[in-house]
């Protein structure tokens, strides 16, 4: 069983910062992708970053030149650094980690619970 807690959300004004933080436990093998959805009310749920265990960084569009994704693979953790949030950054925001049990065995998508990050003024 692998859980995936999060930490960090909460309210900010617009032009504010926080910083989001996923550790990932349990009987995981090795993680290839960590990243960052979010989910807002009414919409679909999007990427906002990943990093693969090699390095390699993928951002939404929106969220580029502002937030940056941080990982460590020792500690099996991965960070959001969100700044110059804006209101349309107000979402729900899910950890996701995608990786195997054992070696040889099939890959899964493992989630957060999700944590609230509101932007308001």
């Known amino acids: 069983q692998v859980q995936l807690v999060e930490s960090g959300g909460g309210l900010v004004q617009p032009g504010g910062s926080l910083r989001l933080s996923c550790a990932a436990s349990?009987?995981?093998?090795?993680?290839?992708?960590m990243g960052w959805y979010r989910q807002a009310p009414g919409k679909q749920r999007e990427l906002v970053a990943a990093?693969?265990?090699?390095?390699?960084?993928n951002y939404a569009d929106s969220v580029k030149g502002r937030f940056t994704i941080s990982r460590d693979n020792a500690q099996n953790t991965v960070s959001l650094q969100m700044n110059s949030l804006k209101p349309e950054d107000t979402a729900v925001y899910y950890c996701?980690?995608?990786?195997?049990?054992?070696?040889?065995?099939?890959?899964?998508?493992?989630w957060g619970q999700g944590t609230q990050v509101t932007v308001s003024s």
């Open positions: 996701n980690a995608e990786g195997v049990v054992a070696p040889m065995a099939a890959s899964y998508d493992y």
């Open positions: 990093v693969t265990r090699g390095g390699n960084i």
């Open positions: 349990g009987s995981i093998f090795r993680i290839y992708v």
